[in-house]
């Protein structure tokens, strides 16, 4: 594909693309791991107007979008989560778009965010059986185990990443 690729802070014009973009790659990723109703709710849940004005407003919360040729095709959310220096940092890209290293680019502009908050390590979960997150995550971060998280109501297993931003 061609196209001219742009990661720039998200506002409040952003909302609707970001709902539209989850609810792609969403349903790309977890319905047959979840179910389409099931995936449905998560996005009501966690997509809502609200809760996304609040994250574009907040400075601490890092919330970036890509966009290809002015349409936004991915985001990523950042922040610390435990004041011992560790943070998470979530994104997806539409699936017209995978294997453009628009996430790559989205993943340098959060680490960038995270290092401005002194978060010195990066952890994220991924479901054990969402096969696109797991390839991401293994091209850019330390495996470092397995548990077992709630995810929408279910108790299931997720690989556990790792990605030092210090040293």
Request: net charge negative; hydrophobic share 40%; with cysteine.
């Amino acid at each position: 594909m061609s196209f001219q690729l742009n990661i720039r802070p998200a506002d409040e014009t952003d909302i609707s693309p970001i709902r539209q973009v989850a609810r792609a790659s969403w349903h790309a990723i977890y319905d047959d791991i979840l179910g389409r109703e099931r995936v449905e709710q998560l996005l009501a849940e966690g997509y809502d107007d609200d809760l996304l004005g609040e994250m574009v407003d907040l400075d601490d919360i890092g919330l970036f979008v890509a966009t290809a040729d002015d349409d936004v095709v991915g985001y990523a959310s950042c922040g610390m989560t435990d004041p011992a220096g560790i943070g998470d940092l979530d994104l997806y890209v539409h699936p017209d778009y995978w294997g453009e290293g628009i996430g790559t680019r989205l993943l340098n502009r959060g680490e960038k965010h995270l290092q401005s908050l002194s978060v010195r390590k990066v952890r994220d979960e991924v479901l054990v059986d969402n096969d696109v997150g797991n390839a991401f995550y293994r091209k850019h971060f330390d495996h470092v185990g397995e548990r077992t998280a709630e995810f929408g109501g279910e108790k299931l297993p997720v690989n556990v990443y790792e990605l030092s931003l210090w040293g």
